[in-house]
Structure formats: structure tokens, C-alpha cells
């Protein structure tokens, strides 16, 4: 007969429990992002008949709730002090599946499947084109992970690749009618090789990891807020696509002014310790 726990012990016991309960919840919205990714992969081979557009756009759709997932999971460890090697791990690894391989394979689906059939220079160009877009993902998030710690963690050394999934997702939300010509392929082909490029480049990205630390800095993020949400109702399914085409634009031209001697925006600071930049 097991010996009766005092109140004490029984409290010490529930307070263990529900704290390695907390380091379960990082893993698991990262397994919610996973989910996503793989569930998107699967919209996209269910994309077949006289109306694929549902599916291409429920493919596309899942990969923003993905990006969503990401975002959160490394908050909910820090916000929890729960972050761990096994977790920054399993984030890359979440990472190559949600914003490398299931977009490449939406990619494929909606522009260059349906054309290849009779077309097998599409075909090829489209097989290459989601290749190289999965390949630099791959090598971005590997870079990634070894300068954790190296590098000003206000800016992304090249774009993420969620931002990089976000971009062949806001193209399928904007326009989900499959190109009907082999220049549209082509097209949009150009288009990913041109984001996975960006994603392996030293092209500094902004993070927007920097806490407001004034009234005016944090008037200046809810404003910003607020923009964003009433540009989505008035943009509505072309919301997406000009919200990361004005991030890449904005982002070249800062990079740019950088090297001619603007510093109205601090640049970056490499060997800059930040325990914000952990996932």
C-alpha cells in the first residue's frame, strides 16, 4: 500500500507535472504547423477536374496557418521559458516540410502539372524551378542555425523561408485559375527561382523582433496594425501578394541605401548576442 502524499508533496507533484506539460505546448503548435504543410500537400494532389481553383486555394490558405503556427511556437517557449535544443531542432525540420517541400509541390501542381502533360519543356522548368525554391529553403534555414547568436536578430539574413512560402501563396490566393499559356509557366517559374535566390542571398531582411520601448514607437505598431487590417479588407484576396512584394521592395531598396550611406534606419550589427533570435 503506497504511503498517503502529504498537501504539500501533492502540490509539488501537480506544480512537475504541469510544468513538463508546458514544454509539450512549443512542440506540439509546431506539429500544428507540420500538419498544415502536410495537409496542404495533400489539397494540392487532390487538385483535379473541372474545379481545382477550391483546392489550390484551400492548398494555399493552409500554408498562411502554417506560417501562423511558426510564428507562435517560438514565443509560446520563450514566453514559458520552455525553449530547448529538441525544440529549435524540430522547428528547422517542421520548417523544411511547411515552407520548402509543400509549397515547391503546390507550386509544381498549379502551374506546371496541367501544361506539361503536352509541354515537357514546362514540365522541366517547373520541375527545376520548385527543386532549386525547395533546395534554398533548405540552405536557408541550415545557414540560419548556425549564425543564432552571430547576427543583429532585428534583421533576416536573406528572406525566411515562411515569407518564401508566403509569396507562392499570396500569388495562388490572388489568381487561383492554374496559367493556361506556357509563358505564364515560364512566368511564374522565374518567380521561384528569383524568391529562392533571395532566401540563400545577404540581402538583410527586417524581423520585426524589436519590442517598442517608447509610447511613440508603440502608437507607431498598433497604427501599423491597424493599416494592415483595413488594406486586407480593401485589398481582400490581392491583400497578400502586394503585402510581400512591398516587403521585398522596401527591404532591396533599404539594403541599397545602406551601401550609398543612409542611415536613417540603423543597419544591421553583426556578433550581436540575442536570446530572441532562439526558436
Known amino acids: 500500500m ?20 508546458m514544454f509539450v505546448l512549443p512542440s ?6 507540420v ?17 481545382p481553383e477550391r483546392y489550390f486555394l484551400w492548398a494555399a490558405g ?11 511556437d517560438g514565443r509560446v517557449a520563450r514566453a514559458t521559458n520552455t525553449a530547448t535544443e529538441f525544440g529549435v531542432q524540430l522547428d528547422s525540420l517542421a520548417d523544411v516540410v511547411s515552407f520548402g ?12 502539372f496541367q501544361l506539361g502533360i503536352h509541354d515537357s519543356n514546362v514540365r522541366a522548368a517547373g520541375w527545376a524551378a520548385c ?10 534555414l ?9 547576427v543583429d536578430s532585428r534583421y533576416f539574413v536573406g528572406l525566411p523561408i515562411p515569407a518564401g512560402a508566403a509569396c507562392v501563396a499570396s500569388v495562388i490566393i490572388w489568381h487561383p485559375t492554374p496559367p493556361d499559356t506556357a509563358g505564364l509557366a515560364y512566368s511564374f517559374a522565374a518567380g521561384l527561382f528569383l524568391v529562392g535566390l533571395l532566401m540563400v542571398s545577404t540581402i538583410r531582411f527586417s524581423s520585426f523582433k524589436k519590442r517598442a520601448t517608447s509610447p511613440r514607437a508603440a502608437m507607431v505598431t498598433n497604427l501599423s496594425i491597424v493599416l494592415l487590417l483595413a488594406l486586407s479588407i480593401l485589398l481582400r484576396q ?19 541605401a545602406w551601401k550609398a550611406g543612409w542611415r536613417g534606419i540603423e543597419p544591421p550589427h553583426d556578433g550581436v548576442d540575442d536570446p530572441d533570435t532562439v526558436h
Open 238 to 256: 490581392r491583400f497578400f501578394i502586394c503585402f510581400f512584394a512591398a516587403y521585398i521592395t522596401l527591404s532591396l531598396a533599404m539594403n541599397l
Open 35 to 51: 500538419f498544415c504543410g502536410f495537409s496542404s500537400v495533400v489539397m494540392s494532389i487532390n487538385a483535379a477536374g473541372a474545379t
Open 2 to 21: 503506497r504511503p498517503r502524499l502529504s498537501p504539500e508533496e501533492r502540490r509539488d507533484r501537480r506544480r512537475r507535472a504541469m510544468r513538463r506539460s
Open 131 to 140: 527543386f532549386v525554391f525547395t533546395a534554398c529553403g533548405a540552405l536557408r
Open 101 to 112: 517541400m509543400a509549397p515547391a509541390i503546390l507550386a509544381y501542381r498549379y502551374a506546371f
Open 142 to 150: 541550415a545557414r540560419f542555425n548556425v549564425q543564432v547568436g552571430a
Open 62 to 72: 493552409l500554408l498562411v496557418l502554417a506560417g501562423v503556427f511558426d510564428g507562435l
Open 28 to 33: 506540439s503548435i509546431t506539429m500544428a504547423s
